[in-house]
Nanobody, 125 residues
Framework: QVQVVESGGGLVQAGGSLRLSCGASGSISSINAMGWYRQTPGKQRELVATITSLGRTNYGDSVKGRFAISRDNAKNTVYLQMNSLKPEDTAVYYC???????????????????WGQGTQVTVSS
């Protein structure tokens, strides 16, 4: 079993910054990739950023140059620094962990993600 918990959302004015944090807990041996996705009502969940255990990052086009993802492998924690926020960044932000190997030797199936409950980010104009 794995639990994924996000924190750090809130209300910010356009042009401001927020930092999201996410931790994965449980009997985890390793996690390949962790990342952030976001969703607004009536739209599909979209990629914000991901990072592998080796530090390889991938960003959605709309956040490149403004957001930065980082990770602490020892703590199974991922961060998202969001700068120059825009009203269109308003969404529920979800953290996900993928490629989890448990200390028992079991693992999540390929490409299956463990999701957090989400944290609301609201950017006012």
């Amino acid at each position: 079993q794995v639990q994924v918990v996000e924190s750090g959302g809130g209300l910010v004015q356009a042009g401001g910054s927020l930092r999201l944090s996410c931790g994965a807990s449980g009997s985890i041996s390793s996690i390949n990739a962790m990342g952030w996705y976001r969703q607004t009502p009536g739209k599909q969940r979209e990629l914000v950023a991901t990072i592998t255990s080796l530090g390889r990052t991938n960003y959605g086009d709309s956040v490149k140059g403004r957001f930065a993802i980082s990770r602490d492998n020892a703590k199974n924690t991922v961060y998202l620094q969001m700068n120059s926020l825009k009203p269109e960044d308003t969404a529920v932000y979800y953290c996900a962990a993928e490629g989890i190997i448990f200390s028992t030797g079991s693992y999540l199936p390929y490409r299956e993600k463990a999701w957090g409950q989400g944290t609301q980010v609201t950017v006012s104009s």
